[in-house]
């Protein structure tokens, strides 16, 4: 990588922090969290350290950001997916599982800081993993619960069951570098998810469209 046109280039706070963010993405996933320095990072960036000092105290510090921004963008797509205009229970389904797919499909392996961390001892980093976890089995089971009527801890039992499955399946299809497509492999998880949800009364004592044929 040529460096030399970026060193010395002065630039807003915040492009310069993305782009730090960037190189740091690119270092950790290649090389681990353990193994990638600080120096390797502000070399992938085009930086001196200093610079990136400036931006980040430590290694810690820059590995909590990204994992922060990940998070906040899978939990986006979930609550997206949840609310999301849909004609039946099965297409909230499907979106749940498609957004899983779409986070573990996206540029840089971002998915690997969430689902394959190797700081997952340490607190802050635990922290953040355990409040995505719940996050997002929340926004799902709140909709679990309205539709189905069921209690709170039943419809969190499911809806940590859906998220769980999601993001196993949607890993395994990626690794296994399979000729099904990502809306083919979605769509088979879906149909596999939707037999068992699918077969939850509705509120108000109904069954849902999908399991009254």
Excluded at 9 to 32: D, I, K, N, T
Aim: charged share 25%.
């Amino acid at each position: 990588m040529d460096t030399s046109a970026h060193r010395g280039q002065r630039m807003p706070r915040s492009e310069r922090r993305a782009q730090l963010l960037v190189a740091a993405q690119s270092v950790f996933v290649e090389r681990g969290y353990h193994a990638a320095a600080m120096d390797d990072i502000a070399e992938h960036a085009g930086v001196s350290k200093p610079v990136l000092y400036q931006h980040f105290p430590g290694k810690l510090e820059l590995y909590l950001a990204l994992l922060d921004e990940h998070c906040d963008t899978l939990e986006g797509l979930v609550r997206e997916a949840m609310a999301a205009p849909a004609e039946d229970n099965e297409d909230r389904v499907r979106a749940t599982i498609s957004a899983y797919f779409d986070f573990v499909s996206r540029e840089g392996a971002a998915f690997r800081m969430i689902f394959e961390s190797d700081l997952t001892s340490v607190p802050q980093v635990r922290s953040r993993l355990d409040g995505l976890e719940l996050a997002c089995a929340e926004a799902i089971a709140d909709v679990i619960a309205h539709d189905a009527g069921i209690p709170d801890d039943h419809a969190m039992l499911l809806a940590s069951g859906l998220s769980g499955m999601s993001q196993i399946t949607a890993r395994h299809w990626l690794a296994a570098e399979s000729d099904l497509s990502r809306e083919d492999a979605s769509a088979l998880v879906t149909a596999l998810v939707w037999r068992g949800i699918g077969s939850l009364p509705k509120a108000g004592g109904e069954r849902s469209d999908a399991a009254q044929g």
